[in-house]
């Protein structure tokens, strides 16, 4: 990695930090209420992430990196497969309220937000590329199987149509087709989408930081959340590292697909389990432990596939 792109990659997550500090200033002086992080949640949720989700997918697809762009999504629907896996079995004696906030972490991480601009600092054009396909499979997921988590019912038909019609899973739906079909919507459609999708980052990281000004920050480190760090930051990139390794996979993909699977705790997780009902205190510590620990490892990461290709 050049030093560019490390300082780069520095830049985001003090970014990202320096947002959600903003959040917690907001909150703590009254900006945000409890009135107003509900209504700032709902709007997330509803609004600002669907269109987030929908411009990712307007991306220029070429036919003449098809097979690289269809070893990519392996690897991705791979590496769900993998944390669906861990999220299913190794969370089942957590506390009821931390144990869906653990599973939906580990299968919805914070690449949505964080991989699509990482992977162009570090591995340029063709990586950003790489990094929107790698991204569908997770965005998927996280709609799907990951809001089931939050959302608990023992009426199946009831939770599939909850899921169904969950505007981020349309989103999903709407984005793949514009993807496939590499239909142009009007320009000012377009703009509108981008316009309002660029609020993501900006409106998760105050939420959070709200939500974090409600938490005893001496109980930001935990066993839980050093154990739940270090799975999400090293032990499910190297899985996926050795994989690639081993299977001789493309250095440029592998290089997307190992930082890509390294990324802190999605930032949904807290919002979701604010949403829900869960336990959002604890999902906040998951994500900003996570988040100050990947300034480490995502570096380190960048650094090891660069020098193994």
Same mark, same amino acid.
């Given at each position: ?30 900006? +945000? ?5 509900? *209504? =700032?949640?709902? /709007?997330?949720?509803? #609004?600002? $992430?669907?269109?987030?989700? %929908? ?62 601009? +990482? ?5 340029? *054009? =063709?990586?950003? /590329?790489?990094?929107? #396909?790698? $991204?569908?499979?997770?965005? %998927? ?47 000012f459609v377009t703009r509108t989408i981008s316009t309002i999708g ?13 939500? =974090? ?97």
């Amino acid at each position: 990695m050049n030093i560019d792109g490390f300082k780069n990659l520095v830049e985001l997550q003090g970014m990202l930090l320096l947002m959600l500090i903003i959040g917690l200033v907001a909150r703590k002086t009254g900006t +945000i209420t409890d009135a107003g992080k509900k *209504s =700032l949640t709902d /709007l997330i949720i509803n #609004i600002i $992430l669907p269109c987030n989700i %929908i411009y990712s997918f307007m991306i220029e697809f070429s036919y003449k990196i098809f097979i690289s762009c269809g070893v990519v999504l392996l690897i991705s629907v791979l590496i769900q497969i993998m944390c669906t896996t861990i999220s299913r079995f190794c969370y089942n004696k957590a506390e009821q309220g931390k144990k869906e906030v653990l599973q939906y972490a580990t299968v919805c991480s914070n690449a949505g937000f964080m991989g699509n601009p +990482i992977a162009e600092s570090v591995f340029g *054009s =063709l990586g950003l /590329l790489y990094a929107s #396909i790698y $991204l569908i499979p997770l965005r %998927i997921v996280m709609w799907s199987a990951g809001v089931s988590y939050f959302t608990h019912t023992t009426d199946k038909k009831q939770l599939v149509k909850k899921v169904a019609t969950h505007p981020c899973i349309i989103a999903v739906a709407i984005g793949l087709f514009l993807m496939i079909t590499q239909l142009k919507l009007p320009g000012f459609v377009t703009r509108t989408i981008s316009t309002i999708g660029g609020c993501t980052t900006a409106t998760s990281m105050f939420i959070i930081g709200s939500i =974090l000004a409600e938490v005893n920050l001496k109980t930001l480190i935990s066993k839980v959340t050093v154990l739940y760090s270090g799975l999400r930051l090293v032990l499910i990139p190297l899985v996926v590292y050795i994989g690639c390794m081993l299977f001789h996979v493309e250095p440029l993909l592998m290089g997307v697909s190992t930082v890509l699977a390294g990324m802190p705790a999605g930032t949904t997780t807290a919002i979701l389990a604010a949403k829900y009902g869960g336990d959002e205190y604890f999902a906040t510590k998951c994500v900003v432990f996570s988040t100050v620990l990947s300034l480490i490892t995502i570096p380190i990461w960048c650094t090891i596939v660069i020098m193994a290709g």
